[in-house]
Each structure stands twice: as structure tokens, then as C-alpha cells.
């Protein structure tokens, strides 16, 4: 795939991933299936919010970021990790710069995803059908906080060489 192929994918990814959590966020709860025998200590409701807002920071930094900024995994002179790859604290773009606009994308992007996750229990305490609960405000960060940290642990190994 070209490098303008995964950008579309990866832009096409995000809307399909926004519009299913606005369904799940704002139909009615008739129309959402039901976890009758669930046996989790903490409520479905709440693990279903955490997930549901656990691959925004992944997909919104994977659609928004330029393909001139994916880091390569070496370079004769990069020091290695405990797996051959590169510490996140010494890894490079292909420009050679320091990530840093990578780690500000991603915590941009996190911070857009907390705004959204607030709104969107905002907007549910308006519907007559559905109620606002700080608790699913909870799930919804600690989701978006745990999906931010996945990115960072494994964006190196998501990069593209140049010969792709």
C-alpha cells in the first residue's frame, strides 16, 4: 500500500470509528444489545465506555500525522532497547529530529478526545432516553489515557521504512 493509500485508510478508519461510537453514544439503549449474565466486578457499562474510547488517540494520530514523520525502528547509530528497537526517549524521525511533535500530536490528541468524551455525556444528559454519569466520564478518560499510552509503548514499530 502507498504511503496516500494508508493515509486514506487511515483518515477512512477514524469517521467509521466516530460514527460508531456516535451511534452507541446517542440511539436509544432498546436498540443496544443487552450484557444480561455479565460476571466482571465492574459494570459492562463502564468497560464498554473504556473500549469505546480506548483507539481514539491510536486512530486520530495515525489519520492526522504526516508520513514524513514516521519514525524509523534503526540507524547505525541509534542506541537499542531491550528489544532491538529504539527507547521512545531516543527515537528519531526520518528527518532525523527528535519526536517531539509526535508526543504533542498525541497528547493534542488525547486532550480533543477528553473534550469529545465530555461532550458526549453532556449531550446524553439532554436525550430523554439516555442520563449523564461522571463514572462513564471516568471509563471514557481512563479509556483514552490507556489507548495514548499504546500508541507512545508501540509507535516505533508502527513506522514505515522508506523502501515501502
Not at 27 to 45: C, H, M, R, T, V
Not at 78 to 104: D, E, F, H, M, Q
Request: hydrophobic share 45%; net charge positive; with cysteine.
Amino acid at each position: 500500500m502507498t504511503q496516500k493509500g494508508r493515509s486514506i485508510f487511515w483518515k477512512v478508519m477514524l469517521v467509521l470509528y466516530l460514527g460508531a461510537v456516535a451511534y452507541l453514544c446517542f440511539a436509544s439503549q432498546d436498540g443496544l444489545p443487552k450484557l444480561n449474565e455479565w460476571k466482571f466486578p465492574i459494570q459492562a457499562d463502564k468497560c464498554v465506555h473504556f473500549l469505546m474510547f480506548l483507539p481514539w488517540p491510536i486512530l486520530s494520530c495515525l489519520a492526522v500525522m504526516p508520513s514524513h514523520k514516521r519514525l524509523r525502528l534503526s540507524s547505525p547509530c541509534t542506541p537499542k532497547g531491550p528489544w532491538g528497537v529504539p527507547p521512545a526517549s531516543t527515537a528519531t524521525t526520518s528527518n532525523g529530529s527528535r519526536s517531539s511533535s509526535t508526543i504533542l500530536l498525541l497528547l493534542g490528541m488525547t486532550l480533543l478526545g477528553l473534550a469529545l468524551a465530555g461532550v458526549t455525556e453532556w449531550v446524553q444528559g439532554m436525550l430523554p432516553y439516555r442520563s449523564k454519569d461522571i463514572n462513564d466520564f471516568i471509563a471514557d478518560s481512563l479509556g483514552l489515557c490507556s489507548g495514548a499510552l499504546l500508541f507512545a509503548a508501540f509507535y516505533p514499530f508502527l513506522q514505515r521504512s522508506k523502501t515501502r
